[in-house]
């Protein structure tokens, strides 16, 4: 919802941008935007309406700018924190997504969607412990969350908690069977090696040395 400037002008510039986001004259709106940020840089309402042109013209680097802006317009505002987080790793950009999906946790810790996809950043650079805290958390908010469950396991199986992360995979299958195609394989690991290391602590030590 717009909000009311002390610059005339520039509520006619929020006018003229609603007007042509409607006609879906996303560019146009842009050079209208533009105009009202020389005159306003802080108008919240300026930047929310540059972000929604900038994610329909598919032009993350902008938006990711506007979103910026806006984290400092409004610090509190926990949305602006967790698309920008969503946006940078979109861009590759894993130190920076995860700066800001943590500042976006910490204004609102039980967010299912942020602590899940923190954990696939951690995944991504391999930073398996924080994986798993992510991972943990993740599944704390939200233990229905097949997502949650199938990164959790992911984790485990890194750091060789085979246990479970057989546990995890099975809990993520049954609430989502479409999961299965992706753990079948190191869900058969993990149950090799428990099994192997069963058998070893079962057989006296002049039998494990001859197998």
Same mark, same amino acid.
């Given at each position: 919802?717009?909000?009311? #400037?002390?610059?005339?002008?520039?509520?006619?510039?929020?006018?003229? *941008?609603?007007?042509?986001?409607?006609?879906?004259?996303?560019?146009? *709106?842009? &050079?209208?935007?533009?105009?009202?940020?020389?005159?306003?840089?802080?108008?919240?309402? @300026?930047?929310?309406?540059?972000?929604?042109?900038?994610?329909?013209?598919?032009?993350?680097?902008?938006? /990711?700018?506007? @979103?910026?802006?806006?984290?400092?317009?409004?610090?509190?505002?926990?949305?602006?924190?967790?698309?920008? $987080?969503?946006?940078?790793?979109?861009?590759?950009?894993?130190?920076? $997504?995860?700066?800001?999906?943590?500042?976006? @946790?910490?204004? &609102?810790?039980?967010?299912?969607?942020?602590?899940?996809? @923190? +954990?696939?950043?951690?995944?991504?650079?391999?930073?398996?412990?924080?994986?798993?805290?992510?991972?943990?958390? +993740?599944?704390?908010?939200?233990?229905?969350?097949?997502? *949650?469950?199938?990164?959790? $396991? /992911? +984790?485990?199986? /890194?750091?060789?908690?085979?246990?479970?992360?057989?546990?995890?995979?099975?809990?993520?299958? #049954?609430?989502?069977?479409?999961?299965?195609?992706?753990?079948?394989?190191?869900? $058969?690991? +993990?149950?090799?090696?428990?099994? #192997?290391?069963?058998?070893?602590?079962?057989?006296? /030590?002049?039998?494990?040395?001859?197998?």
């Amino acid at each position: 919802m717009a909000t009311h #400037s002390e610059h005339p002008d520039v509520d006619w510039i929020v006018w003229q *941008a609603q007007d042509l986001i409607q006609a879906r004259r996303f560019k146009d *709106a842009l &050079r209208v935007l533009q105009r009202g940020l020389e005159i306003e840089p802080a108008n919240r309402t @300026l930047w929310e309406q540059l972000l929604h042109c900038s994610i329909e013209l598919r032009d993350p680097r902008r938006a /990711v700018e506007a @979103l910026e802006r806006l984290t400092l317009v409004d610090p509190g505002a926990q949305e602006f924190w967790a698309e920008k $987080g969503y946006l940078h790793l979109l861009m590759n950009e894993v130190e920076e $997504g995860i700066d800001a999906l943590l500042t976006s @946790l910490r204004i &609102r810790p039980r967010n299912t969607a942020d602590w899940e996809l @923190l +954990a696939r950043a951690f995944i991504a650079i391999e930073d398996w412990d924080d994986a798993l805290w992510a991972a943990a958390n +993740a599944v704390d908010v939200d233990p229905n969350s097949a997502v *949650a469950w199938y990164n959790y $396991g /992911v +984790a485990c199986f /890194v750091l060789e908690q085979y246990g479970p992360a057989i546990r995890a995979a099975e809990i993520a299958v #049954s609430l989502d069977p479409f999961i299965a195609r992706y753990t079948e394989e190191w869900v $058969g690991v +993990a149950r090799e090696i428990l099994e #192997s290391n069963a058998l070893r602590e079962w057989l006296p /030590v002049e039998d494990i040395d001859a197998a």
